[in-house]
């Protein structure tokens, strides 16, 4: 079972440069399955950044989820990408920059998970997790979950308004 935590493409080429070891050039080259998923999340962070929908869209199964942070946000993939459509209308639909990933690959290769810290500026740190699978072609993304992440100790004063907003328990 893989795992990585996410180096800026310029911090692996210092690594593979500073050992002068043609073995470590090769390894940063070698795109791991870990590596391709990292490459797959850091494309759709640029394609919402940039407002390149077909590209952004491109990037999930057919049958993809996205779960957003409200608690009644769970898309097909389709819905949302309908919801989002006026967003990828403007410069940018919305830009998330990675704080830190980790990427696991199950055995097998065909299934990966990952959760990664984002920074956005109007929701502050956020949390995105999710599965891709590959299809023998590529990996692509299907399920994506973003979230709020809440200080702990701030997580009682949140949840009392979160319950006042929901009018108290579900039913």
Do not use: K
Request: hydrophobic share 45%; with cysteine.
């Amino acid at each position: 079972m893989g795992r990585l935590v996410l180096m800026t493409a310029g911090a692996v080429m210092v690594a593979a440069l500073s050992t002068g070891c043609t073995s470590a050039r090769r390894a940063a080259q070698t795109p791991t399955p870990e590596r391709a998923v990292g490459a797959v999340l850091d494309t759709l962070h640029w394609a919402a950044a940039n407002a390149e929908e077909s590209v952004y869209f491109d990037l999930f199964t057919p049958d993809a989820v996205f779960l957003g942070t409200d608690a009644t946000e769970r898309w097909p993939i389709d819905t949302f990408r309908a919801w989002a459509e006026p967003y990828f209308a403007r410069d940018s639909a919305w830009v998330y920059r990675v704080l830190e990933r980790h990427v696991v690959v199950a055995p097998g290769g065909r299934t990966a998970w990952f959760d990664e810290r984002l920074w956005n500026d109007r929701l502050g740190e956020t949390r995105g997790s999710g599965v891709l699978q590959h299809d023998g072609g590529r990996w692509r993304i299907a399920q994506y979950n973003l979230s709020m992440v809440i200080p702990n100790e701030l997580a009682d004063e949140v949840a009392a308004r979160v319950r006042e907003a929901a009018g108290g328990e579900p039913r």
